[in-house]
């Protein structure tokens, strides 16, 4: 194997991807006739939000093999970095063509019920399909009902998609693949409670520890550093930190949660938002005791905003800190 492919391999792994790239730079000087060198390059390129120059590399990487027919499978694969490049371009419609080619080659690729998905949902968009999205308009719904409703976690053998619809409209995205190891997507599930959207994956083999949850990883056991430190082998250049992952972890289970949370989460829309939201969000929360939360000056200047608990509760008054 070329040697800067391999580094390269594990810079891209180690999310490194601006060494990735140089170090695929290098391998493609070495030997260009290598389509899988475009395809990763692709992906890196991908990553660093350089969309145009990987539609390029996967359209290279498929001219490499057309025509070959025992290179089914890198069709396939540069067909579906085509997708997904077209994808981030915003060519919805090129993006759904060359996923569906893909899938004719490669029907087995799981990844691309997730991408197949996506871009259904694009498309309906913009033939003005989709339900208008409103603005919260309590903090019940805000928190609970709302935010169920526009998460989105998809799971395969290899892969965890996790989409999010934000209040402003656009979306967050989360793609995790291949990951290290397979998991039971059956027994895998996910929660969403107030402060965080809660994944738990089900390893498909049990007693495997995986040292990186993305990437290929050929060693599976655990040793002790010289420190006395649990450490995981990985063929990665960089090793992980997992004291600082560990504390991470430990940070996010300190934050707050019920009321606490919510007030913060209040506290950082009023912050961000313009002075007719502002006046919109104090008034409405402020009159109804709590109830209401509307970012809609016009609608809330209107009037009076009335109390509304849920129900079975009672309401009381609450002031709204900012």
């Known amino acids: ?30 030997d260009a006739t290598n389509a899988e060198y475009f395809l990763k390059r692709s992906a890196t390129y991908q990553k660093l939000k350089k969309n145009k120059e990987s539609l390029d590399d996967a359209e290279k990487a498929f001219n490499l093999v057309e025509g070959k ?6 069709k396939a694969k540069a067909l579906l970095r085509k997708g997904i490049a077209l994808f981030e371009l915003k060519n919805y419609q090129g993006a759904k063509d060359s996923f569906e080619s893909s899938k004719e080659l490669n029907p087995n690729e799981k990844l691309l019920a997730t991408w197949l998905r996506k871009v259904e949902t694009e498309l309906k968009k913009s033939i003005g399909t989709q339900p208008a999205q409103t603005a919260p308009s309590g903090a019940a719904n805000f928190l609970s009902q709302s935010r169920k409703e ?17 209040p402003t ?10 990951l290290a190891h397979e998991i039971n997507p059956k027994e895998s599930k996910y929660e969403v409670l107030s402060t965080k959207i809660e994944v738990k994956l089900k390893k498909a083999s049990i007693g495997v520890k995986w040292g990186v949850l993305e990437g290929e990883e050929t060693l599976v056991g655990s040793i002790s550093g010289g420190d006395g430190k649990l450490t995981y082998p990985s063929s990665a250049k ?23 949370a919510l007030n913060a989460l209040f ?3 009023y912050k961000d938002a313009d002075d007719d939201t502002r006046r919109a969000m104090l008034k ?7 109830t209401c939360l509307s970012t809609n000056w016009n609608e809330v200047s209107k009037g009076t905003v009335e109390t509304k608990p849920p129900e079975g509760m009672v309401a009381k008054k609450k002031m709204f800190n900012t």
Not at 69 to 74: A, G
Not at 238 to 260: M, V
């Open 169 to 178: 409209g656009s979306d967050y995205s989360l793609e995790l693949d291949p």
């Open 267 to 269: 506290q950082q829309l």
């Open 69 to 74: 027919d025992e290179e089914k499978s890198v």
């Open 150 to 166: 526009t998460v989105d976690v998809y799971m395969a053998d290899r892969s965890v998609s996790v989409t999010v619809k934000l």
């Open 1 to 30: 194997m070329n040697k800067c492919y391999k580094q390269a391999n594990d810079a891209f792994f180690e999310d490194d991807y601006d060494e990735a790239l140089k170090l695929y730079n290098e391998a493609i000087e070495l």
């Open 238 to 260: 960089h090793a992980k930190n997992w004291d600082a992952l560990e504390k991470e972890i430990s940070k996010e289970q300190d934050k707050p949660e019920g009321e606490a």
């Open 284 to 290: 409405s929360y402020t009159e109804s005791s709590g």
